[in-house]
């Protein structure tokens, strides 16, 4: 099955989406998809009985700064029942850099999703644990958007160090312990 | 009697304990020793490996791969050279496509033996440790021969490889093949019966076979669980269709399973490395010939004009790709491993994306853990062969 067949059907199944088959160099069918109906086609492709990709291998995306639209987010797909693959894209703007999550569809997909989001700045909406993966939790900005720098030097952060008297942290502990209760 | 007052606990395991493979952090929250909840903490060892190969040529970007997975140099190197090859559009001569099954399958034994010695230490048994560590010892010396480098070779390059394999490589891989089976037997003996070792492995961290796909664990994890999928099989490549090998699977997806498959695995690439070392010639092609992108014989360097204009053109500016995106599977040691390549058609990638096996089975861990004791966590860390060079990249 080539991605035209392949999107014949899923247009069929799924009438409002926009799909748009591409070649591609590593026989893997390919085709776009609009941005609103990620989730619809990612549910129609596990769940169908004659396409199964029931196995999410890559989520990820590129940055095409500076044209526009900016960002590829990339899908590829194994059906383990009949022994097929599949790449799936989705455009996005990049002043509009958002869309819906397929962690409900495959769970694979969380820590992909918060990687996505960690190094492109592209919001998962929906996503259950919204995050950065692999950045420090404080990171200001997207490290592999092509308008990110390659070598920044940042000053050093210093903390400042807590500072509780006797007081409070008693009363701290004891708060916790009586919320622990009530649970 | 006295009400007992009894509080759940949250521990931080990690990141430095010694039984995370690297630098993993969970936190747990234990009532107990039972685990009730665990949430796996990732990235003190990323560096920036795919912004850095945005910045490299084509060829320069192989030793960054290879320091992903530091367990599988040559795999890693070979997934991204074939995803190269595959935009380029280029064929590799029979005899290096035979090399390359070679050294993948050395890389796969390598890598299950460092996983089968650490597991084996973390779950109390010291010796079978330093018994795997004396094998590789052997395998990183054939590294060593091929390269001069033993744990990141970059030998693979795009276009084939970067010189004819030296002399004595065949005597060094066949002594290896003769030693290694007795020595397998001998892990075994310590292993596969031993009673502790089986109270501290069956039945612990448990996945079913539904779990493992919607989770993308697919490599040896998968298939203890009773997944039949091995790319090799699945979608050959570089002639693996022409080899005779078995793909191991069980059924009870626990962490005595994972063990079974992996030994057994080891045996199957034994096998495919005896086939591929006969089909493969002391001396012949190891590159394609095309001028643009395979470097010239350093002989014909220092006496040729021609030679020496290619070769600078090469090491100065690279090759170009031409436009277009390519993700050429492979089976790693951990799993599917391949790298997502996009070119915009110059001599630098525009961007490389290498598809994790350990970030998801990092990401599953938490499933395996919940609702086991605290001493298990050990087992099943080690079970799921996490590298965290690979998780982090």
């Given at each position: 099955?080539?991605?035209a067949?392949?999107?014949?059907?899923l247009q069929?199944?799924?009438?409002?989406?926009?799909?748009?088959?591409?070649?591609?160099?590593?026989?893997?069918?390919?085709?776009?998809?609009?941005?609103d109906?990620?989730v619809?086609?990612a549910?129609?492709l596990?769940?169908s009985?004659?396409l199964k990709f029931?196995?999410?291998?890559?989520?990820t995306?590129?940055d095409?700064w500076p044209s526009?639209?900016?960002?590829?987010?990339?899908?590829?797909m194994?059906s383990l029942?009949?022994k097929?693959?599949?790449?799936?894209k989705v455009r996005?703007?990049?002043?509009d850099?958002?869309l819906?999550?397929?962690?409900?569809v495959?769970?694979?997909?969380?820590?992909?999703?918060?990687e996505v989001?960690?190094?492109?700045g592209?919001?998962?909406?929906?996503h259950?644990?919204?995050?950065?993966?692999l950045?420090p939790?404080?990171?200001?900005?997207?490290?592999?958007?092509?308008?990110s720098?390659?070598?920044?030097?940042?000053p050093?952060h210093?903390?400042?160090?807590l500072q509780?008297?006797?007081?409070?942290?008693?009363?701290?502990?004891?708060?916790?312990r009586?919320?622990?209760?009530?649970? | 009697?006295?009400?007992?007052?009894?509080?759940t606990m949250?521990v931080?395991?990690?990141?430095?304990h010694?039984?995370?493979?690297?630098?993993l952090?969970?936190?747990?929250?234990?009532?107990?020793?039972?685990i009730?909840?665990a949430?796996p903490?990732?990235?003190y060892?990323?560096?920036g490996?795919?912004?850095?190969?945005?910045?490299?040529?084509?060829?320069?970007?192989i030793?960054l791969?290879?320091?992903?997975?530091?367990?599988?140099?040559?795999?890693?190197?070979?997934?991204f050279?074939?995803?190269?090859e595959?935009?380029?559009?280029v064929?590799?001569?029979?005899?290096?496509?035979n090399i390359?099954i070679?050294?993948?399958?050395?890389?796969?034994?390598?890598?299950?033996l460092?996983?089968l010695?650490?597991?084996?230490?973390e779950?109390g048994?010291?010796?079978?440790m330093?018994?795997?560590f004396?094998e590789?010892?052997?395998?990183?010396?054939?590294?060593?021969m091929?390269a001069g480098f033993?744990?990141?070779?970059?030998?693979m390059?795009?276009g084939?490889?970067?010189?004819?394999?030296?002399?004595?490589?065949?005597?060094?891989v066949?002594?290896?093949?003769?030693?290694?089976?007795?020595?397998?037997?001998?892990?075994?003996?310590?292993l596969?019966?031993?009673?502790i070792?089986?109270k501290?492995?069956?039945g612990?961290?448990?996945?079913?076979k539904d779990?493992a796909?919607a989770?993308?664990?697919?490599g040896?994890?998968?298939?203890?669980a009773?997944?039949d999928?091995?790319?090799?099989?699945?979608?050959p490549?570089?002639g693996?269709e022409?080899?005779?090998f078995?793909?191991?699977?069980?059924?009870a997806?626990d962490?005595?399973?994972?063990?079974?498959v992996?030994?057994?695995?080891?045996?199957?690439?034994m096998?495919i490395?005896?086939?591929?070392?006969?089909?493969?010639t002391?001396?012949?092609?190891?590159a394609?010939?095309?001028t643009?992108?395979t470097?010239?014989?350093k002989?014909?360097?220092?006496?040729?004009?021609?030679?020496?204009?290619?070769?600078?053109?090469?090491?100065?500016?690279g090759?170009?790709?031409?436009v277009?995106?390519?993700?050429?599977p492979?089976?790693?040691?951990?799993?599917?491993?391949?790298?997502?390549?996009?070119?915009d058609?110059?001599?630098?990638?525009?961007?490389?994306?290498?598809?994790?096996?350990?970030?998801?089975?990092?990401q599953?861990?938490?499933?395996?853990?919940?609702?086991g004791?605290i001493a298990d966590?050990?087992?099943?860390?080690?079970s799921?062969d996490?590298?965290?060079?690979?998780?982090?990249?």
């Amino acid at each position: 099955m080539d991605a035209a067949e392949l999107v014949a059907s899923l247009q069929q199944a799924i009438p409002d989406a926009t799909f748009e088959p591409v070649a591609t160099v590593d026989l893997q069918p390919t085709f776009y998809v609009s941005r609103d109906h990620v989730v619809a086609v990612a549910k129609v492709l596990r769940d169908s009985a004659d396409l199964k990709f029931a196995f999410l291998a890559e989520l990820t995306a590129t940055d095409y700064w500076p044209s526009e639209p900016r960002f590829e987010v990339v899908y590829v797909m194994v059906s383990l029942a009949y022994k097929r693959r599949l790449r799936m894209k989705v455009r996005v703007h990049g002043s509009d850099a958002h869309l819906a999550t397929v962690c409900n569809v495959w769970p694979a997909a969380n820590w992909l999703e918060r990687e996505v989001w960690d190094l492109f700045g592209i919001v998962f909406d929906g996503h259950p644990d919204p995050r950065r993966l692999l950045m420090p939790e404080d990171w200001e900005g997207f490290p592999l958007r092509k308008d990110s720098p390659v070598q920044i030097r940042r000053p050093p952060h210093i903390a400042e160090p807590l500072q509780v008297t006797a007081e409070e942290f008693r009363i701290s502990v004891e708060r916790d312990r009586l919320s622990r209760e009530q649970m | 009697m006295a009400e007992f007052h009894t509080e759940t606990m949250t521990v931080n395991m990690g990141p430095q304990h010694p039984s995370t493979h690297g630098v993993l952090r969970l936190v747990l929250q234990l009532d107990g020793e039972q685990i009730l909840s665990a949430s796996p903490t990732i990235g003190y060892l990323h560096t920036g490996i795919e912004k850095t190969a945005e910045q490299k040529k084509w060829q320069q970007v192989i030793p960054l791969v290879e320091r992903m997975d530091y367990l599988s140099a040559q795999s890693n190197s070979m997934a991204f050279c074939m995803s190269v090859e595959r935009l380029l559009g280029v064929e590799l001569p029979e005899r290096v496509k035979n090399i390359r099954i070679l050294l993948a399958e050395l890389q796969r034994i390598n890598s299950h033996l460092v996983w089968l010695g650490t597991h084996g230490m973390e779950v109390g048994a010291v010796s079978v440790m330093l018994y795997c560590f004396r094998e590789r010892e052997l395998l990183l010396n054939i590294n060593e021969m091929i390269a001069g480098f033993r744990l990141f070779p970059s030998y693979m390059r795009v276009g084939g490889l970067r010189e004819d394999l030296p002399r004595g490589f065949h005597d060094a891989v066949r002594a290896f093949l003769e030693r290694m089976p007795g020595k397998l037997d001998e892990y075994e003996d310590l292993l596969t019966q031993n009673e502790i070792y089986l109270k501290r492995t069956q039945g612990v961290g448990v996945i079913s076979k539904d779990d493992a796909v919607a989770w993308g664990l697919l490599g040896p994890i998968a298939r203890a669980a009773g997944v039949d999928y091995d790319v090799r099989k699945v979608f050959p490549y570089l002639g693996y269709e022409t080899y005779e090998f078995a793909v191991p699977t069980q059924a009870a997806g626990d962490v005595y399973s994972r063990y079974k498959v992996r030994v057994a695995e080891i045996r199957e690439s034994m096998k495919i490395c005896r086939q591929a070392l006969d089909r493969i010639t002391p001396r012949g092609e190891y590159a394609i010939g095309d001028t643009k992108i395979t470097p010239p014989p350093k002989d014909r360097v220092y006496t040729e004009m021609e030679a020496l204009i290619q070769h600078f053109l090469i090491y100065s500016q690279g090759f170009t790709v031409p436009v277009g995106e390519a993700y050429v599977p492979v089976e790693g040691p951990r799993g599917e491993q391949g790298f997502y390549v996009v070119s915009d058609g110059t001599n630098r990638p525009w961007r490389i994306k290498s598809r994790p096996p350990s970030l998801l089975a990092c990401q599953a861990l938490e499933r395996m853990i919940v609702g086991g004791l605290i001493a298990d966590v050990i087992a099943v860390i080690g079970s799921i062969d996490v590298v965290m060079g690979d998780v982090d990249r």
